[in-house]
């Protein structure tokens, strides 16, 4: 792979993980089962 | 050319220690304070150990130069100088601690020493583990009426405590340079934006005279408002805080409840 | 055909110690018949027996006998497991390090129920009445206490005697089985222990004078059981993992030939693994219990965390600091065992760049200790830029980093004697690469956004994305280096034996820094109840229910690690004398 290909790759994973992550954030910040355990 | 390594782990110490003290004393303008920055070095000084003697051959060339020093006789003057000159510097050290100073000990004080399960207010014992803001409820139930109440709690606020904890609310009022301890800064995240509006309740009402044993020496300066306020303003300068610093009270929802308390 | 019969007899067993544990719960629960309220007591009440200090015996005593208990409870756990990947390898070289560590810890195991006896003995002698109080409730937990204590006896000598004779296909599985067996005692043990200690800080079950409504399970189930249970079952792997840990090093340092080094070192190295394992989650079941606690009572949450007991949190983050930097510190000296590591080594400065940043940011107190001169020219007591670093958002990130980048030091060492052989490698190390980053900026961004922009509630929440962000980068890297390492050949063999002497007093630095940890916080969680017994219903009235001066709590708990570290040493000394032989000439007749 040349360095753009590669660089461009990179960039692609990053976001892809990182919207996965956001997705996680999103969830849990708004799960009630965050009340079951900090809430009771 | 590559620079030994003993040199190496020398100059990575003194650039770190440099650089606490250029970024904080300097161009953040806040002292970076002597204790912590001794633990921050000791730590330091470990991580360096670390990454420059995982590996023996790494190991071997960081202790070279000092073997040499102390095993070839070439460099006898030099191991000469080394040996008397570690020991004068650890004398000084010694002798510097040792020596009598002006400077007040310092105190391991507790700024939000632990609440009393109840208090006694306004004659009244108040259970603090239960006890709420009377007004709280209006910020989502009536909103204007919730907006009159903070402008009533900031009045109380500007004629009784901006003295001391500043017209900002950071602690920085005109009184607040010759009070020791000084007056909190409610901005900071440390403050009441860790804290229970039942704890200020308690602060507040019962000040300095209320604090429990573990907050000695008890020094602060802060009124027992109870003997100069309504129970109402209390609430509402507390209201205040919050509105104005932009903080929320640190609440547990229902935790009580199924506490089994 | 054996091995599905096994099975059936495992699996049955899981199901009776299942049915067990929950038919204890009904069961307990049953008539309530005249209990008084909790006695009300003088300073007359506290006998003084032989002018010694009551506190102080059953202090150290206690936290002998946690240590020991918590050790011995944690080796069959991992006795276990190992005994099990031996058996699925069969490779034998592991069931003889589960032979080993069992052997190690018997000796540890007559010593931990001789501290218990005098635990009980000096809890009847210096406070009859708390003891008395806490018996009528726990009547049925404590007897029954007392008789899985034989069981657990019975079981673990079966276990280690029965180590060599029952080996081979069934039996082996028997003995698997045993292996079990122990574990679920051990654990029950450990649980019904637990109830009565969380009970005097969490009562239930009784009114607000202290009678007991006669429901046993309710008083064993109170608010902060469970928060302890988790806390402390992998507090225990770790703890057990570094002083087996520690055994090895000393094996090591003391070995004479090449072959005993190579196999203390691998010994070693899975303890050290174990230990790692265990560490790992262990800092967010501390906050668990820590905020179970806030919850409970906020006057418990204030004194534990904000109050006098903060400082001793400072030397606790200092331990907990010092523990993963060994740890570290371990694989990365164990890399050399591999001819394949160099081409890691340019990575390990980084790694402890930001584990050393992490770590200043981990122990960095929320109440600075300032000079007079520091004072004014800060112009208060709070420092704007350190000020929020002494907060929990900015421990919670620090910590996650700390663990990503410990696992990461440990998935280099795993590659360090490898080569891939797939098409894909690059791009594989790319997405790993990429996981990272977005891993750790997403922790990055939950500390900061919602730690320093929200209210509590929320920064107390976000912990919990944090945590599940490090565990998927965890998972996900985990299998993914899995697949790219498939087929995977290797550099040469494993020089085991290889590694320095310092990273052995790694291995023991973690060992005490873990005893004197769990003394200093055992000390402070026991501390938090201040000047009662059990906690808001029956009152300490002794002369020595005042709270102790942080530097003489630490001498308490630092002569207490003293004295478990000198046993200790004696344990392993007696396992190496047990396999000594002198041959006296002459001595005997011929």
């Known amino acids: 792979m040349g360095f753009a290909r590669k660089t461009l790759f990179f960039a692609a994973a990053v976001a892809a993980c990182g919207a996965g992550f956001l997705v996680l954030d999103v969830v849990m910040m708004n799960m009630q089962g965050l009340d079951l355990i900090f809430e009771k | ?261 | 055909m054996r091995k599905t019969l096994s099975f059936g007899f495992l699996a049955s067993l899981v199901a009776l110690v299942v049915c067990v544990l929950a038919g204890t719960g009904p069961a307990l629960a049953q008539e309530a018949a005249g209990f008084g309220p909790a006695p009300v007591l003088t300073a007359a009440d506290y006998p003084t027996v032989a002018g010694v200090n009551g506190r102080l015996v059953i202090w150290i005593v206690a936290q002998l006998h946690l240590w020991f208990a918590a050790f011995v409870l944690a080796v069959p756990i991992f006795v276990f497991i190992i005994e099990a990947i031996g058996m699925r390898t069969r490779d034998k070289r592991y069931d003889d390090m589960a032979y080993e560590f069992i052997k190690v810890s018997i000796t540890a195991y007559s010593i931990t129920a001789i501290l218990g006896g005098l635990l009980l003995f000096s809890l009847i002698l210096f406070y009859p009445h708390l003891f008395g109080y806490l018996s009528t409730i726990f009547s049925k937990s404590m007897f029954y206490y007392a008789l899985l204590f034989f069981g657990e006896s019975a079981v673990l000598y079966l276990y280690y005697y029965g180590w060599h004779w029952l080996q081979g296909d069934l039996r082996k599985w028997i003995h698997l089985s045993l292996g079990l067996l122990l574990n679920a005692i051990g654990t029950t043990l450990m649980l019904l222990a637990n109830a009565w200690l969380t009970f005097m800080m969490s009562p239930a079950g009784v009114d607000p004078a202290g009678v007991f409504n006669g429901n046993e399970w309710e008083a064993i189930h109170n608010f902060l059981w469970n928060p302890i249970n988790i806390h402390r079952f992998v507090a225990n792997i770790a703890y057990g993992g570094s002083i087996v840990g520690a055994y090895a090093a000393f094996k090591f340092l003391t070995a004479r030939t090449s072959q005993e080094k190579a196999h203390y070192d691998w010994m070693g190295y899975n303890a050290n693994f174990i230990a790692i394992c265990a560490l790992l989650p262990l800092p967010f079941a501390g906050y668990y219990l820590a905020a179970e606690i806030y919850a409970y009572s906020q006057q418990m949450g204030i004194t534990l965390m904000g109050g006098i007991f903060a400082w001793l949190f400072i030397i606790q983050a200092v331990l907990i600091g010092a523990l993963f930097l060994s740890a570290n510190y371990y694989l990365w000296c164990g890399m050399g065992r591999s001819d394949g590591a160099r081409r890691y080594y340019w990575a390990i400065k980084y790694i402890a760049i930001v584990l050393i940043g992490a770590f200043l940011v981990w122990f960095t107190p929320h109440t600075l200790v300032l000079t007079n001169s520091e004072l004014k020219s800060l112009g208060g007591p709070h420092h704007s830029i350190l000020g929020p670093l002494g907060i929990m958002p900015a421990k919670n990130t620090a910590v996650n980093l700390m663990i990503i980048f410990t696992f990461l030091s440990f998935l280099i060492y795993r590659r360090s004697n490898k080569v891939a052989t797939v098409s894909w490698e690059g791009m594989g190390n790319t997405l790993q690469v990429a996981l990272f980053t977005a891993g750790i900026l997403n922790i990055l961004f939950l500390g900061i956004y919602h730690g320093y922009f929200t209210n509590t509630v929320y920064k107390v929440a976000a912990s919990i994305p944090q945590v599940l962000t490090t565990f998927v980068v965890i998972v996900v890297s985990l299998v993914l280096d899995s697949f790219i390492y498939r087929g995977a050949r290797d550099v040469g063999p494993l020089h085991w034996g290889r590694i320095p002497d310092r990273a052995q007093y790694a291995l023991f630095l973690l060992a005490v820094a873990f005893t004197w940890l769990m003394g200093l916080m055992g000390y402070i969680r026991s501390g938090i109840r201040q000047h009662w017994h059990v906690v808001d219903i029956m009152r300490d009235n002794s002369p020595n229910a005042f709270t102790p001066t942080l530097g003489y709590a630490a001498n308490v708990v630092s002569v207490a690690a003293v004295i478990f570290l000198t046993l200790v040493i004696f344990v392993f000394w007696i396992a190496k004398v047990s396999s000594v032989k002198t041959l006296p000439a002459g001595y005997w007749k011929e």
């Open chain 2, 1 to 261: 050319m590559r620079l030994p390594r003993l040199l190496q782990a020398a100059l990575v110490l003194v650039g770190v220690y440099l650089g606490f003290i250029v970024v904080f004393d300097y161009m953040l303008e806040a002292v970076i304070p002597g204790s912590l920055l001794t633990m921050y070095m000791f730590f330091v000084t470990v991580g360096v150990f670390m990454v420059f003697t995982y590996d023996e051959e790494r190991t071997r060339e960081l202790v070279a130069p000092i073997k040499a020093m102390v095993e070839n006789p070439i460099y006898r003057g030099a191991r000469n100088t080394v040996f008397i000159v570690i020991p004068l510097l650890v004398g000084y050290g010694v002798y510097s601690r040792t020596l009598p100073s002006f400077e007040a000990p310092v105190e391991l004080r507790t700024i939000h020493p632990a609440p009393p399960s109840t208090a006694k207010i306004y004659g009244e014992r108040v259970n603090l583990l239960t006890l709420e803001n009377p007004f709280r409820h209006y910020q989502t139930d009536d909103p204007e009426i919730f907006a009159e109440y903070v402008q009533e709690g900031a009045a109380v606020y500007i004629e009784n405590c901006q003295y001391c904890h500043g017209d900002k609310l950071d602690g920085k009022g005109p009184y607040a340079e010759g009070l020791n301890p000084t007056p909190l800064n409610f901005q900071d995240i440390g403050t009441i934006a860790q804290l229970q509006e039942s704890y200020l309740y308690w602060r507040i009402a019962t000040g300095g005279p209320g604090l429990p044993k573990e907050a000695a020496p008890w020094i602060s300066s802060m009124p027992v408002w109870q003997e100069f306020l309504t129970e109402e303003e209390i609430w509402k300068v507390i209201l205040f805080l919050y509105d104005y610093t932009g903080h929320a009270p640190r609440s547990w929802g229902e935790a009580h409840d199924a506490g089994g308390h």
